[in-house]
């Protein structure tokens, strides 16, 4: 790619961007003071959705008019990255899952300058294929998987609220209610195509669910087999992931209610990610997991911790019922 250097111009049209996305977040937030209160159905709590939906509006609307090239775009995104994060910044899961909600702002203004590249084919190979050189027709392949993969994360972000839902209806947690909420309104607020759904619904998580990711699969023609092994290798990976960081919480951290949160948000996204994967792959996370637990590197440093060994066995063990939670869109193309 390219050096593109940003002008004073540029960076007074990001802060412009960023003190949008803050707006935006503030109003957020008024949301969920509302309804962690009780006053979700007031007029009060109206009048601020509809303030949402204009500032979103007016901030859409900011992006056309700033209309950034592709060049531009990607570097935009180094720059919030590696200026505000410091070279800190974590993927949207990790950011949710650990409640990592500092500047999540330009997480937003970061995810929306993604999603406008991730709308053109040039855009796509920016983000992804960068130092790559890919045929036309190879491209045309990897454009149409990350669309799907796209979808995935779609479909694992939506269980992972249906999850949620259960866990904030559940008196057992009554005391972690509130972060739940913070939870949902806070994942809608970095994830674009989760804003929509939550916004037509006024923040109220379905009790049905639909995954369109097969769907978008088949529209697109990809064979059956990719779909499945890329449904399988994404959803496995991030499982495999978060099952490992979660399995080294001890007893004693459990003490402290943010460390039990993230252990009850980790669940939620454990569950999504186990109704996309294969049972192949769910015998393998699951034995390597047992051999770890079992060995003397983790027995030496969890002398008696059971408790995230525990959690994770309910996420496993309810693999079944979970699946039964949700329909799954499709043509049905072979």
Do not use: P, W
Not at 131 to 136: F, G, N, R, S, Y
Not at 164 to 191: A, D, G, M, R, W
């Amino acid at each position: 790619m390219k050096t593109y250097y940003l002008s004073g111009d540029d960076v007074n049209k990001i802060n412009r961007l960023l003190e949008t996305a803050k707006a935006v977040e503030k109003l957020y937030n008024k949301l969920y003071i509302l309804e962690i209160n009780g006053q979700k159905e007031t007029d009060e709590y109206k009048k601020q959705m509809e303030f949402l939906n204009i500032s979103i509006d007016l901030e859409n609307r900011l992006y056309k008019k700033y209309n950034f090239s592709i060049e531009k775009q990607s570097i935009l995104i180094k720059y919030l990255v590696n200026f505000k994060y410091h070279k800190n910044y974590i993927d949207n899961e990790a950011c949710i899952i650990n409640q990592d909600y500092a500047n999540i702002h330009v997480r937003r203004v970061i995810n929306k300058l993604t999603n406008e590249l991730s709308k053109t084919k040039a855009g796509i190979k920016e983000i992804y294929f960068e130092e790559v050189e890919l045929m036309e027709n190879d491209m045309k392949e990897s454009i149409n998987n990350i669309r799907v993969l796209k979808e995935l994360q779609r479909d694992i972000f939506s269980s992972y609220l249906l999850f949620l839902q259960e866990y904030i209806l559940n008196e057992q947690y009554k005391c972690y209610k509130n972060e739940f909420i913070k939870s949902k309104y806070n994942l809608s607020f970095v994830y674009e195509k989760i804003e929509k759904i939550m916004l037509n619904n006024n923040f109220d998580i379905n009790k049905e669910l639909y995954l369109g990711s097969k769907l978008v699969s088949d529209i697109l023609k990809i064979d059956l087999q990719v779909y499945n092994y890329m449904k399988d290798d994404y959803s496995s990976s991030f499982l495999k992931d978060i099952v490992f960081e979660f399995i080294e919480f001890k007893d004693l951290d459990y003490n402290d209610k943010n460390k039990s949160v993230s252990a009850m948000l980790r669940m939620c996204y454990i569950r999504s990610c186990l109704l996309m994967v294969s049972e192949q792959k769910i015998t393998d996370i699951n034995c390597e997991l047992q051999e770890y637990i079992n060995s003397e590197e983790y027995l030496n440093k969890h002398i008696n911790d059971t408790i995230s060994q525990n959690l994770i066995k309910i996420c496993f063990d309810s693999i079944e019922k979970d699946r039964t939670k949700v329909k799954r869109l499709s043509f049905g193309i072979k």
